[in-house]
């Protein structure tokens, strides 16, 4: 199989947007069409994500929509929905295309618009992603069943909420330097300890937003990619599933298609968790992003919340995670977060991440998380 | 790239159910295994379509909930939605894994749910699948785009309202011979010309139903479908799309996309319109049918409507269109429409389909369109 690199990327400020999900990726796609120096001709196909689009947008069927938009009607266009990990199940899928040879240059992304809807249907569009013959008729929205993560995790491993809450600092600490990002500020752990809870035990500052926001790649063949002066390689690119019912969950405390998904990744790249210099990783809730830690690799299970708290994964520490401010202070807009990561590993990777630079990363990685752990997608990428 | 074919078939009775979509997917993929003589265990992804899950059935991320009905809770899932063209974009998407070498044995599918709804609501979902920024706030929802369509036509080629109401005779008497077809009952040319209007010219006769369904297919590599007694082969398969925007449309009498997709598709087979022993294809309308077998070349452009007043698309006619009944006769669950033809054609190369057999079908094809043409899917497909 041919191997594929990126070598272009586009994202729109995150936040509140009075455009619809596609206009907001035509936005995306032309800043990262423009990135990569190609022709918009040469684009061969379009990956789109997109997850609530139906409910909050009377829109389904985007992709020929985000395709006319951007001038580029006549070409394939597929739309893709794993929750969460909507936009990254599209760019595996992209991965494929190209490297079996069948296109050389595709593009890939997605967006979501949902601040134009009253939060209690937001939220109830996004429990839409969860079980709906078991879970949403008791109410278990996404903070009750990361509650319930967490729960389990401070049980077994004697995980704290002042460890969850250094997640929320430390992210929004990087978020800050971040111009994309919904929230440039920076907090301190007694807010985030002091904050409402919203489902024990997490609190209003262990979660991330609702956002609008829109995010694309162009991902292309390796003959295309060596004319390009700075080509990010995907290493490897895999997916995961789990049973889609808590109740039959064994261990809350692990997301084990994490575990098989990094596993897979690995294998394709050839890498381990200890080549891994910089990662964007989905912390849609602080306890999300200790248990990808664990489960990533980088730290024993059970010991993510000491790495929060001792630092290990800020920026200069052992293994910085979510540069970028990750969801919780960039912004989670479902269907384009997957794309968004790969954006900022792609950033990275470049050099070009300005205050937030992870110094000389060569490799990086993104994980992407999908309803109730059910789905999850990890990548690789490396420079030259 | 390696050959991929398709070793088992399995669908639901299509109708009205009382059961999930995702319900009624394992049982069409329980008789889908089944048929391919596989081990469940060997299945190493899944590919699932629907469409209206989030509005009709409160349920998103359907790819693990599928897979978990199915006690295949591990492995890598995907659900797609490309308007009614849904299971056939996952099908072709599902070909290039196994073709690329990811996989050899994958399970790809769809299923919809919709007779639970009211009609209004379910006609109100539909047209999400059009643009909702010009087309749905007009009220142009589907009968109404393929009303214009047929006035293009009518005008264009002098196509009438009886030769229409032929490819509905006829698709009624195909699918008296399918045991899972929906309606199973022969209607008169009267039956269909004195129906009620629906969108002029198009009349309740000339329309296919809402229906709930599921289909299944399980896709092998070369290998393993050697190991098996009746393989049949992926020729090619295409996707082509068109603008989102009916006014943007340069002749309605036309579906580009059809025209292109078939190109491709015949491109990768190495064969052309006239190889072509059967086809099931998209006749969400009576008008529908004409203008594809037009697209696809098996009938100059504007002389469709008198093949079918000439019983040329008939079962024992020049070229056989839609024995299984057709969306028309035998139903259309959206997300499952595209899977469902494949397991017609697949049937009719193996010399299985009973009282609606083509004889000495070797080479089929499907097609399958998405919203208001702007997205089509083409395959072919070939026994030894």
Same mark, same amino acid.
């Given at each position: 199989?041919?191997?594929?690199?990126?070598?272009?990327?586009?994202?729109?400020?995150?936040?509140? +947007?009075?455009?619809?999900?596609?206009?907001?990726?035509? /936005?995306? %796609?032309?800043?990262?069409?423009?990135?990569?120096?190609?022709?918009?001709?040469?684009?061969?196909?379009?990956?789109?994500? =997109?997850?609530?689009?139906?409910?909050?947008?009377?829109?389904?069927?985007?992709?020929?929509?985000?395709?006319?938009?951007?001038?580029?009607?006549?070409?394939?266009?597929?739309? @893709?929905?794993? %929750?969460?990990?909507?936009?990254?199940?599209?760019?595996?899928?992209?991965?494929?295309?190209?490297?079996?040879?069948?296109?050389?240059?595709?593009?890939?992304?997605?967006?979501?618009?949902?601040?134009?809807?009253?939060?209690?249907?937001?939220?109830?569009? @996004?429990?839409?992603?969860?079980?709906?013959?078991?879970?949403?008729?008791?109410?278990?929205?996404?903070?009750?069943?990361?509650?319930?993560?967490?729960?389990?995790?401070? $049980?077994?491993?004697?995980?704290?909420? $002042?460890?969850?809450?250094?997640?929320?600092?430390?992210? +929004?600490? +990087?978020?800050?330097?971040?111009?994309?990002?919904?929230?440039?500020? /920076?907090?301190?752990?007694?807010?985030?300890?002091?904050?409402?809870?919203?489902?024990?035990?997490?609190?209003?500052?262990?979660?991330?937003?609702?956002?609008?926001?829109?995010?694309?790649?162009?991902?292309?063949?390796?003959?295309?990619?060596?004319?390009?002066?700075?080509?990010?390689?995907?290493?490897?690119?895999?997916?995961?599933?789990?049973?889609? @019912?808590?109740? /039959?969950?064994?261990? !809350?405390?692990?997301?084990?298609?994490?575990?098989?998904?990094?596993?897979?990744?690995?294998?394709?790249?050839?890498?381990?968790?200890?080549?891994? =210099?910089?990662? $964007?990783?989905?912390?849609?809730?602080?306890?999300?992003?200790?248990?990808?830690?664990?489960?990533?690799?980088?730290? /024993?299970?059970?010991?993510?919340?000491?790495?929060?708290?001792?630092?290990?994964?800020? !920026?200069?520490?052992?293994?910085?995670?979510?540069?970028?401010?990750?969801?919780?202070?960039?912004?989670?807009?479902?269907?384009?977060?997957?794309?968004?990561?790969?954006?900022?590993?792609?950033?990275?990777?470049?050099?070009?991440?300005?205050?937030?630079?992870?110094?000389?990363?060569?490799?990086?990685?993104?994980?992407? !998380?999908?309803? =109730?752990?059910?789905?999850?997608?990890?990548?690789?990428?490396?420079?030259?």
């Amino acid at each position: 199989m041919r191997r594929v690199a990126v070598i272009g990327v586009g994202l729109t400020r995150f936040g509140k +947007h009075d455009r619809t999900s596609a206009e907001l990726f035509a /936005e995306a %796609a032309g800043e990262a069409i423009v990135d990569a120096e190609i022709a918009p001709s040469s684009i061969r196909a379009l990956y789109y994500g =997109n997850v609530t689009g139906g409910e909050g947008e009377r829109q389904l069927h985007t992709g020929p929509l985000a395709a006319t938009l951007l001038g580029l009607a006549d070409i394939p266009t597929t739309r @893709f929905e794993t %929750a969460c990990a909507t936009s990254h199940a599209a760019f595996r899928h992209a991965v494929m295309e190209v490297s079996a040879g069948i296109s050389d240059v595709v593009l890939v992304g997605g967006a979501e618009r949902v601040l134009h809807i009253p939060t209690d249907h937001a939220t109830e569009y @996004f429990a839409y992603c969860s079980d709906a013959s078991w879970e949403q008729p008791v109410g278990l929205t996404f903070p009750g069943v990361f509650a319930l993560i967490a729960r389990a995790h401070m $049980e077994k491993h004697g995980t704290t909420e $002042e460890q969850m809450a250094h997640v929320a600092v430390k992210n +929004h600490r +990087h978020g800050v330097h971040n111009p994309k990002a919904q929230f440039r500020k /920076e907090i301190t752990l007694e807010t985030v300890l002091k904050s409402a809870y919203v489902a024990d035990p997490l609190k209003l500052f262990d979660c991330c937003p609702f956002t609008d926001g829109a995010a694309a790649v162009v991902l292309v063949s390796e003959e295309v990619a060596r004319k390009h002066r700075r080509p990010v390689w995907v290493l490897g690119s895999a997916a995961a599933s789990d049973t889609m @019912f808590m109740h /039959e969950k064994r261990d !809350l405390a692990r997301v084990t298609a994490t575990e098989r998904a990094a596993r897979d990744a690995y294998r394709q790249a050839g890498k381990g968790p200890e080549d891994v =210099n910089v990662v $964007e990783l989905h912390d849609c809730f602080t306890i999300a992003e200790i248990v990808a830690t664990e489960g990533l690799g980088f730290f /024993e299970p059970g010991t993510g919340g000491i790495a929060a708290e001792k630092g290990w994964t800020s !920026l200069g520490g052992k293994i910085p995670v979510n540069p970028s401010g990750g969801l919780k202070s960039k912004g989670h807009p479902i269907g384009a977060t997957g794309a968004a990561q790969i954006c900022e590993i792609v950033t990275q990777l470049r050099g070009e991440a300005g205050p937030r630079q992870v110094d000389g990363a060569r490799i990086g990685l993104t994980h992407t !998380l999908g309803g =109730n752990t059910a789905t999850v997608l990890v990548s690789l990428f490396g420079r030259d």
